[in-house]
Nanobody
Framework: QVHMVESGGGLVQAGGSLRLSCAAS???????MGWFRQAPGREREFVAV????????YYTDSVKARFTISRDNAKNTVNLQMNSLKPEDTAAYYC???????????????WGRGTQVTVSS
């Protein structure tokens, strides 16, 4: 069993930055770690994923060159550095752990409860 807790969300003006962190209680070094987001009235969408080794990353097109995912397997943490934030980035952000590196939320077994990111214009 893996328990995951996100932190780092908040209110920021457009153009600003936030750094989200996700701490896992169990050993996650052999799991791919992903970030997803869900805005009110919308489906949960993929944001970024990093492979278990950290050697492979994928991003949704709308965040490429603005967001960076990283992980520290020694600390069982995964981070999402978000720069140049836009109002359309406003959502609840969730971290997740899964057996494969995928953009499909169905591929993730463990989920955190989310942290809210609000970007004002």
């Amino acid at each position: 069993q893996v328990h995951m807790v996100e932190s780092g969300g908040g209110l920021v003006q457009a153009g600003g930055s936030l750094r989200l962190s996700c701490a896992a209680s169990g050993r996650t070094f052999n799991y791919a770690m992903g970030w997803f987001r869900q805005a009110p009235g919308r489906e949960r969408e993929f944001v970024a994923v990093i492979s278990s080794s950290g050697g492979t990353t994928y991003y949704t097109d709308s965040v490429k060159a603005r967001f960076t995912i990283s992980r520290d397997n020694a600390k069982n943490t995964v981070n999402l550095q978000m720069n140049s934030l836009k109002p359309e980035d406003t959502a609840a952000y969730y971290c997740a752990a899964g057996a494969v590196t995928t953009t499909d939320p169905a591929g993730y077994r463990y989920w955190g409860r989310g942290t809210q990111v609000t970007v004002s214009s």
